[in-house]
């Protein structure tokens, strides 16, 4: 499975990420829109991500859906497929993409809840299906993972985590 | 497990620091985070109790300069130690690279040593990662107390399989950078 085997993300598939959440972020009206995988690493965003640090939200949000996704299997639901948080300026609304990745909608008073529902419920198909030609895809040749790149890189963690 | 990220030309690897509560996890986080270089890593986030115990994880992410094109960038994990967070710890798991296990060395805290190594096999199993092949590295922590059990006792209960070992006193830091360049230096030649 691709969440959780190695995986690679190609700069095509991410272009057509980044276009439907573009489309996304401005239907729905959104402050920005983020994408992460189930591990929470980072994927891509758009919009006004401004003082959001993307690495940390990506680990929080993931932690938060799989905290949920327990939570259901104790009330007998399967998963929650979607959660919402409320804020008093900013909302969020953060759904599941096909058991692989998550897609997070931050909206302030420009929006309202049931019209980002209503866009993520037409875009999460088409997002779900990127993911699955990714995953159905052999992983692109020619990685940097050669010897050469490897020892560099040992070379690197020496001189960094030298405490 | 790692991703390659081909558009950001980016390496993701995930690192998790497994072991009994209290034992030292989250010490070794903090002094990475005190003393890697700052421009190298991004904020230390703790869901800790008010007693500062570790309620899912502490995450720290740390970024290796670029080479030859490519940032590689480690995330850095704890779960909690206590018994009845299996499922936090289990959840943590998912999609990890590499794991340092780290063991209290205070006779008192053997059980739970031990405790704590099945339960990382039954976690992993769970998701079929196969620990034989996964990267994981022993640290045989709190080396300065007086009652720290010897090393040859530690490995005969603990590391039957002979995995690569580290001794430390996290709280000063002592063993805590040999730790995390041993199981970081795995991981990627495991991804080549
Ligand atoms: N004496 C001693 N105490 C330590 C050492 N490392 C951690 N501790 C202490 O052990 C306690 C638990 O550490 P913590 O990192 O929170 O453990 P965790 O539950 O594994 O995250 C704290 O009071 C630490 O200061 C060590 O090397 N020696
Ligand atoms: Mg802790």
Not at chain 1, 49 to 52: F, M, P, R, S, V
């Given at each position: 499975m691709m969440a959780d085997g190695q995986w690679a993300i190609a700069a095509e598939d991410l272009a057509r990420l980044d276009a439907l959440l573009a489309s996304f972020l401005s239907e729905a009206r959104l402050r920005c829109a983020l994408l992460l995988d189930r591990t929470g690493r980072f994927l891509t965003a758009a919009g006004e991500?401004?003082?959001?640090d993307p690495t940390t939200f990506a680990s929080l949000a993931a932690a938060d859906f799989a905290a949920s996704d327990q939570l259901a299997q104790l009330l007998?639901?399967?998963?929650?497929s979607s959660l919402y948080h409320a804020g008093e300026r900013q909302s969020m609304l953060l759904a599941d993409v096909g058991g692989q990745a998550i897609l997070a909608a931050i909206f302030d008073d420009r929006s309202t809840l049931g019209l980002v529902r209503l866009q993520m419920r037409a875009l999460l198909p088409q997002v779900a299906a990127v993911f699955a030609e990714m995953g159905d895809r052999a992983p692109a040749p020619g990685g940097p993972l050669d010897p050469a790149w490897l020892a560099a890189a040992a070379d690197e963690i020496d001189r960094l985590f030298n405490g | 497990m790692s991703m390659i990220n081909y558009a950001s030309r980016e390496i993701n690897c995930k690192l998790v620091y497994y072991g009994?509560?209290?034992?030292g996890k989250t010490t070794n986080l903090e002094y990475i985070y005190e003393r890697v270089n700052p421009e190298t890593r991004g904020k230390l986030i703790s869901l800790a109790t008010e007693q500062e115990r570790t309620l899912f994880f502490d995450f720290l992410p740390v970024d290796l300069g670029e080479i030859r094109g490519f940032k590689t960038r480690f995330h850095l994990y704890t779960v909690p130690g206590q018994v009845y967070y299996n499922a936090s710890r289990r959840l943590i798991l998912k999609g990890v690279d590499g794991i340092v296990f780290v063991a209290d060395s205070q006779p008192e805290r053997m059980d739970a040593n031990i405790a704590s190594m099945h339960n990382l096999y039954e976690n992993l199993a769970e998701y079929g990662y196969d620990p034989r092949t996964l990267p994981i590295v022993l640290q045989y922590n709190k080396?300065?107390?007086?009652n720290a059990l010897p090393i040859a006792e530690l490995r005969e209960q603990i590391n039957p399989d002979h995995l690569p070992e580290f001794e430390a006193t996290a709280v000063e830091g002592e063993g805590v950078f040999d730790t995390l360049k041993a199981v970081s230096k795995l991981v990627l030649k495991s991804l080549g």
């Open positions: 991500t401004g003082e959001l007998g639901e399967a998963d929650f | 009994p509560g209290l034992g080396r300065d107390l007086p």
